[in-house]
């Protein structure tokens, strides 16, 4: 499967999870960055607390007007999310789409992807379906 790094994109996961559930799917797929909660541990259990600041609207948006401005002039952006906690990085992205969303998310896309998957977004970036990897 080609990696979307592999065709030239910057890839951010940024959610308001934690990173112990984000960080494996963000290294399966290649992606550069992940942005999230981070849960506090101790003596290896989890302790219910957080470290850190939690990522919220406001750190959604930040974070993508950030890579944006490291990735210099000309750069595009797409966002996906489904909350109104997504609709400040949906309406800053070039192509903010609504994945599954309620209706507030909804009106504030660009699109929407109402299919239980995101194959439609693979699509919608040109990527070939034979370069897809299932499952």
Do not use: C, Q
């Not at 990696?3 to 797929?29: I, K, N, S």
């Not at 101790?42 to 219910?48: F, R």
């Not at 994945?99 to 929407?112: I, L």
């Amino acid at each position: 499967m080609a990696t979307l790094a592999a065709l030239g994109t910057r890839t951010v996961l940024v959610t308001g999870g934690f990173h112990h559930f984000a960080d494996p799917v963000a290294e399966m797929l290649g992606f550069h960055r992940v942005v999230g909660n981070r849960l506090a541990v101790e003596g290896g259990k989890l302790t219910g607390g957080l470290i850190g600041p939690i990522t919220d609207s406001a750190v959604k948006a930040a974070v993508l007007r950030d890579e944006l401005a490291g990735l210099g002039e000309g750069a595009h952006s797409l966002a996906t999310g489904d909350g109104a906690n997504d609709i400040p990085m949906i309406e800053a992205a070039t192509y903010g789409f609504a994945y599954r969303a309620k209706p507030k998310a909804r009106a504030a896309a660009n699109g929407r992807v109402d299919a239980a998957d995101l194959t439609a977004v693979l699509t919608l970036l040109g990527i070939p379906r034979d370069s897809w990897r299932e499952g």
